[in-house]
């Protein structure tokens, strides 16, 4: 499920503060140090570092 085109623009990685990339049900942190991927549910991305997979 696709967010809203501005809103990806303003989102960013409440851990290390880089941009997010959509990928599938999941922001991506693109941050090189970082990585975490935060889930989308029902369209609205939970940006909450407790919730976030860990990269592998």
Same mark, same amino acid.
Request: aromatic fraction near 2%; hydrophobic fraction near 40%.
């Given at each position: 499920?696709?967010?809203?085109? =501005?809103?990806?623009?303003? &989102? !960013?990685?409440?851990?290390?503060?880089?941009?997010?990339?959509?990928?599938?049900? @999941?922001?991506?942190?693109? =941050?090189?140090?970082?990585? &975490? !991927?935060?889930p989308?549910?029902?369209?609205?991305?939970?940006?909450?570092?407790? @919730?976030?997979?860990?990269?592998?």
């Amino acid at each position: 499920m696709p967010l809203e085109s =501005g809103l990806l623009e303003i &989102l !960013a990685c409440p851990a290390c503060h880089s941009a997010l990339t959509e990928q599938e049900t @999941e922001l991506v942190c693109t =941050g090189a140090d970082c990585g &975490l !991927a935060y889930p989308v549910r029902d369209g609205i991305p939970v940006l909450l570092v407790d @919730e976030a997979r860990r990269p592998a």
